[in-house]
């Protein structure tokens, strides 16, 4: 199988009430773990890069052709979108001409006005070559400057007019962030999910900042009409965590240990491990 957009299996995950998991990558390891995680757990995957994770990669050529690589050379048969997370206006244009099969818009720093404009101008190129399109209304929260703000909520009414755009899933803030939640953090509001899944008729929504939100909480969100998570933060922190310990173990100075495949392999291991774990609380396992 080639990779796909992620059209189907966001339709599929909204009608059957799970969600796709959508892992970031990073790099080789990031994209082989992952994969491995997907085909083990017979789940179909949203595999995406931001754009300064693709420049680190070597741009989005080097991005599309690793995965697709990978993918044939893995022999994996579960549906793999490949997608672009927060891109820019140029960014996306340019992740479709690329290869991507499914590109993010994120366009919600401009005024409201410019946001509609220029994600209708992206849904219509991206469909017009069979990708898949998300965008974002109302911003997310997240730590910046180490400064973690509360969850954005984001204005039913907008989400109904990008909603209205054609659209393929939509990012709307319900009190989620990026990064690491904080000790006092509120948790999602459903309050305000029930209302924009109300406002956007059947529109698939995407959750943002899907690292450390109690499972109680993304399984309620799943029920009312979240059908991607992203998680990024989660594996970075696993795999950091793993390594840390190889090192602090003294593991890495016995025999050959520090060959970058073995020196690796722990925190490897642990994001195969997390990845699989947050694919059964998501319920995507056994929907390829
Ligand atoms: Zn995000």
Redesign the pocket.
Known sequence: MVMVSATEMMIKAHEGHYAIPAFNTNNLEWTKCILTAVQKMNSPVIIQASEGAAKYMGGYKNVVDLVRNLHDSMGITVPVALHL??GTYEGAKACIEAGFTSVMFDGSHFDFDENVAKSKEIIEYAHSKGVSVECEVGG?GGTEDGVTSNGELADPEECAKIAGLGVDFL?AGIGNI?GKYPANWAGLNFDRLNEINEAVNGKPLVL??GSGIPFDQVSKAISMGVSKI?VNTELQLVFAAATRKFIEEGKDLEGKNYDPRKLLKPGCDAIIDKACELIKAFGSDNKA
């Open positions: 997370d927060h997310i990012a990026h943002h900042g992203n």
